[in-house]
């Protein structure tokens, strides 16, 4: 990574990022979810908790592969992958398929209920682990929605007891798993990541870094799942996000119509891909660390983990502020969304993309 002044203005230049984690939603929004990603992103990994969820492997390749069409229209050296949507029936026939397909770079899992179209998700983990021990042994990696249902346990202790009870278990059964603790939001999280070795990774989203619960409160665009946790939870995230080298961009960026997130019973997600880069510059701006921190959590990390080549071109970032608009257009109907942080100022933006 490099900084560098011109005629008053600063500059870096950085490796191309990566984002690991996003939703592009049904086959007839990509038109309009996946430019927002390959104008900022090399590989990026789409969710497959659609509607009707992805759940059979050559369906997931066909959806990554319409992806990186959608994708390589804006930026030629664009490459999209997916997690298979993993469910009671699946097989470990069906994780043979997955990891001979171009487009399917891991599987996710959905604990029943925990979130967006998770009713197919996972009911019995325990019945899952014929099909963890054959990802275990192909290398294949599984992507974990770190949160239990169990409505007794608060919504913000919903990932410290996922990752105390079954995190640890699963780690524990299938040690050489890799896995990635996806959207990392708590202390406990972060620390279960940064004491295992290195096949267990996480990603961070830049709400988990930029807000607290405090910031949350009444502001719909911020909600999400797993919640944004307290100020001390907001520390240990920013910290994982800094210096752990199996903490990597995911930006989980989950994009809803206005009229389904100001409402009574409003969909939790937040709509970060817009201003993806820039929000996560902010975020590291905010931490004292856009230097090769920075680089090494958006753009060489996640690529390393997956087995991906570290991509070779860079991209320009300019210190210039940038406004975030209040709408959005997410189909070609008629729908609209709001972005997180719609109408504040970010300090870095994109100088020259593609
Ligand atoms: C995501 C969505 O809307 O698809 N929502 C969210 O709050 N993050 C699903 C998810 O990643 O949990
Ligand atoms: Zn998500």
């Known amino acids: 990574m490099r900084i560098y002044e011109k005629d008053s203005v600063v500059f870096l230049v950085m490796i191309w990022p990566s984002n690991f984690h996003v939703h592009w939603r049904q086959i007839i929004h990509l038109m309009l979810t996946v430019p927002l990603t390959a104008k900022q992103f090399h590989y990026a990994m789409g969710m497959l908790n659609l509607k009707v969820p992805l759940i059979h492997p050559l369906d997931a390749n066909d959806y990554g592969r319409l992806a990186m069409i959608e994708g390589r229209k804006i930026n030629p050296n664009f490459m999209s992958y997916v997690a298979l949507y993993l469910t009671d029936n699946t097989t470990f026939e069906d994780i043979d398929i997955a990891v001979s397909l171009d487009h399917v770079l891991a599987a996710k899992l959905y604990p029943f209920g925990a979130t967006t179209n998770s009713d197919r998700g996972v009911t019995n983990l325990k019945k899952m682990w014929p099909v963890f021990a054959r990802m275990e042994e192909k290398g294949f990696p599984i992507c974990l929605h770190g949160e239990v249902t169990d409505p007794k346990i608060a919504l913000y202790d919903r990932e410290r007891v996922f990752v105390d009870t079954v995190l640890v278990e699963i780690h524990k059964v299938f040690p050489r798993l890799r896995i990635i603790l996806e959207h990392v939001s708590t202390k406990e999280g972060a620390q279960f990541v940064m004491d295992t070795p290195n096949n267990v990774g996480g990603t961070v989203a830049p709400q988990y870094m930029l807000c607290n619960c405090n910031d949350v409160y009444l502001w719909p665009t911020r909600n999400c799942f797993p919640m944004i946790n307290s100020p001390s939870d907001q520390e240990a995230v920013i910290y994982f996000a800094k210096n752990c080298e199996q903490a990597f961009a995911g930006t989980d960026s989950a994009p809803w119509g206005d009229d389904r997130k100001f409402c009574?019973?409003?969909?939790?997600?937040?709509?970060?891909?817009?201003?993806?880069?820039?929000?996560?510059?902010?975020?590291?701006?905010?931490?004292?660390?856009?230097?090769?921190?920075?680089?090494?959590?958006?753009?060489?990390?996640?690529p390393k983990f997956y087995g991906l080549e570290v991509p070779e071109d860079t991209m320009t970032l300019v210190r210039k502020s940038i406004e975030i608009k209040h709408s959005i257009q997410i189909d070609s109907g008629n729908m609209y969304a709001t972005p997180f942080m719609a109408g504040e100022v970010l300090r870095w933006s994109i100088d020259s993309s593609i």
Do not use: H, I, N, W
Not at 274 to 280: F, I, S
Not at 288 to 297: L, S
């Open 264 to 302: 009574d019973g409003g969909k939790g997600g937040c709509l970060t891909e817009p201003y993806a880069v820039p929000l996560y510059a902010e975020a590291f701006y905010r931490a004292d660390a856009v230097d090769d921190r920075f680089e090494q959590f958006m753009s060489v990390r996640g």
